[in-house]
């Protein structure tokens, strides 16, 4: 059973930094290619970032490339998204995400982040 656990999300303001935390539980967590998601009101979830099982290859939306931050620490079987120079257009809620590109398995409950301008 694979579960994943959102936190760090809140209220900042344009600018501001927040680093979310995905807690997971389950086998072999340092192969696992982990994602993060955000799904704003109105809006279709999309694709924020991911970062390979294998090597830590990572990738990114465009419209956070330079912004945001993908890592993991597999001794703590957590992935961490840093958010730098948060917009208003950042706010949705967060999702973590298991899987494969275009197959992500297993995904977590959310964490609201709130950026106001």
């Known amino acids: 059973q694979v579960q994943l656990v959102e936190s760090g999300g809140g209220l900042v303001q344009a600018g501001g930094s927040l680093r979310l935390s995905c807690a997971a539980s389950g086998r072999a967590f340092s192969s696992a290619n982990m994602g993060w998601f955000r799904q704003a009101p109105g809006k279709e979830r999309e694709f924020v970032a991911r970062i390979a099982g294998i090597g830590g290859i990572t990738s990114y939306a465009d419209s956070v490339k330079g912004r945001f931050s993908i890592s993991r620490d597999n001794a703590k079987n957590t992935v961490y998204l840093q958010m730098n120079s948060l917009k208003p257009e950042d706010t949705a809620v967060y999702y973590c995400?298991?899987?494969?590109?275009?197959?992500?398995?297993?995904w977590g409950q959310g964490t609201q982040v709130t950026v106001s301008s």
């Open positions: 995400a298991k899987g494969v590109p275009g197959a992500w398995t297993y």
